[in-house]
Each structure stands twice: as structure tokens, then as C-alpha cells.
């Protein structure tokens, strides 16, 4: 049986893979010294800016389609398919890393917590592993489960609100005390699980204030970059900008109607880590 897609959700997992490649790869990057023009400068500064202010959404964008995807979905049996597929995606890739480092190093991996979270064995020339990703998919996915269990409406919103309103309070309170919040962490990404909870189930509210959405976008990064400015670095996820930048990239891509069928897009998506 032939499965058929959203060409919107393909298109967002197809931006956000590109996103991510920009992040990693940097394909324009500026070589900055003391005799450096004035408008050069500037233009690092800027390109510098857009990468972590736009490719950043990457990740929470992965999260947010793989969510609501759950959402529509749901069910005990689905849960269980999609726990064990995603749990064997992650054990795959684990396993590969581990031996790649033996390889390459010559030495056993040591085992440990940040083995078991994905974080570890970095690799040479890679760097640092990034399979953290799905170690959080598999959490968030069990969090949305047990979180739509929840049957009473008012309590559900309770519940969602605390998230939400934590959350962003956590973050701001982050940016501005200068506390960084690993990009590992689970509180970084589970804000998102509310959010595509209440795309699924209520789609013309959440979607009807995008606009809204962007200009907050726009006035965090004004923010980000400001604290930037003056010394403050601002942790990579945990910040209102990328929740409002993702929250507003889907929403826009989300609402784009009759969009047409793109082989190149349909196939990064489909082969997309954690989507498989």
C-alpha cells in the first residue's frame, strides 16, 4: 500500500536538514583579522547571526513534525511501533559510532551515561556525537504519550501552560543570567510537545496568530543578538527566539496550500534521522 505523504511536513524536515548541514558545515565563512574591512566585518557578523538565530530551528523543527505526526496518529499500538523502530534506529547508529571509534582509535569506547544519552564517543574530525538527538526523540515520544493520556480538557490546558510558561521563563531567566543550558538537555525540547499537541487538535487557532509568532521571532533574535553584543552568550535551544523561529517556520510552511510534490524533498525527508 502506497503511503501518502504531506508535502508540507517533507518540506519542513527537507529545510531542516539543510539547515543543519549549514550549521555544521559553515559553507560561507568569513577570515577575520585586524585589517579586516569595516563592511566585511559587518557581513560575518550578520551571516553569523542568521546561523544561529535561523539554522538553530533545526532540531526543534525535527522534534515539532515528529510530534505531530505522533499526535495524529496516537495510539497504543502506533506507540509501540514507534518507540521500538525509533529505539532500534538509535541502537543501529549507536553501535556503528562505537566500532567507527575503535577503528579509528584503536581504543574501546569507555561506557558510560554520556555513552548511553548519545554524546559520546566523539569522533575524530567529526567531533562530538550527535545521536543525542534521538536519545530526546525517545523521551519526547514517551513524554507525549503519557501526556495525552490526560483526558479533562481544563487540566490538559493546566498542564500545557505550566509547560509552556516554565519553559520560556526558564529560558529568559537563562539568557539573562547568563546560564547556559546544555544543548542536550531534555528542558530544552519538551515545550514542544504541548505545542504539537494543539496544532494537531486545534490547527486554526495555533496557526491563525503565525504573524504573531514571527514578529516575537524576530524581536528575541533582536534580543539575542543584542545580549550577544555585550558578552552574554545564550544557550543554543534553550532560548524564546528558537521556539518562537521554529513555532513560526512550521506554522508558515504548515499553511501553504496545494504544494506541489518534490522528488528531492519527498526523499530528505523520508531518509531523515529519526523519521525513518
Not at 80 to 88: E, G, S, V, Y
Not at 109 to 114: D, G, H, I, L, T
Not at 249 to 256: E, H, L, M
Request: proline letters at 3%.
Amino acid at each position: 500500500m502506497r503511503i501518502e505523504r504531506n508535502n508540507n511536513l517533507d518540506t519542513l524536515r527537507a529545510l531542516s536538514i539543510a539547515f543543519v548541514f549549514i550549521w555544521h558545515l559553515r559553507p560561507i565563512q568569513f577570515i577575520v583579522e585586524n585589517d579586516t574591512h569595516v563592511i566585511v566585518l559587518v557581513i560575518a557578523k550578520i551571516m553569523r547571526d542568521l546561523e544561529l538565530q535561523l539554522c538553530l530551528t533545526a532540531v526543534p523543527i525535527f522534534y515539532l513534525v515528529s510530534l505531530y505526526l505522533f499526535f495524529q496518529k496516537s495510539s497504543v499500538n502506533y506507540f509501540k511501533l514507534r518507540i521500538f523502530r525509533l529505539i532500534k534506529i538509535y541502537l543501529f547508529w549507536l553501535i556503528i559510532q562505537n566500532i567507527f571509534f575503535l577503528i579509528v582509535t584503536r581504543q574501546l569506547p569507555s561506557f558510560s551515561w554520556q555513552t548511553i544519552i548519545g554524546l559520546e564517543p566523539g569522533l575524530p574530525i567529526v567531533g562530538d556525537s550527535v545521536f543525542y538527538f534521538l536519545f530526546n526523540l525517545i523521551c519526547l515520544t514517551i513524554f507525549a504519550f503519557i501526556y495525552q493520556i490526560i483526558k479533562s480538557p481544563s487540566l490538559l490546558r493546566i498542564f500545557s501552560l505550566t509547560i509552556v510558561i516554565f519553559s520560556l521563563f526558564y529560558f529568559e531567566a537563562s539568557c539573562l543570567l547568563n546560564f547556559d543550558i546544555l544543548y542536550h538537555w531534555l528542558i530544552n525540547f519538551v515545550i514542544y510537545v504541548p505545542i504539537a499537541f494543539y496544532l494537531v487538535n486545534f490547527p486554526e487557532k495555533i496557526l491563525g496568530f503565525k504573524f504573531y509568532y514571527l514578529i516575537a521571532y524576530i524581536l528575541f533574535s533582536l534580543h539575542d543578538i543584542y545580549l550577544r553584543t555585550y558578552g552574554y552568550y545564550s544557550s543554543i535551544y534553550g532560548r524564546i527566539a528558537i521556539v518562537c523561529g521554529a513555532l513560526t517556520i512550521f506554522c508558515y510552511v504548515y499553511s501553504i496550500k496545494d504544494m506541489k510534490e518534490n522528488l528531492l524533498i519527498q526523499k530528505l525527508s523520508k531518509y531523515s534521522l529519526g523519521f525513518l
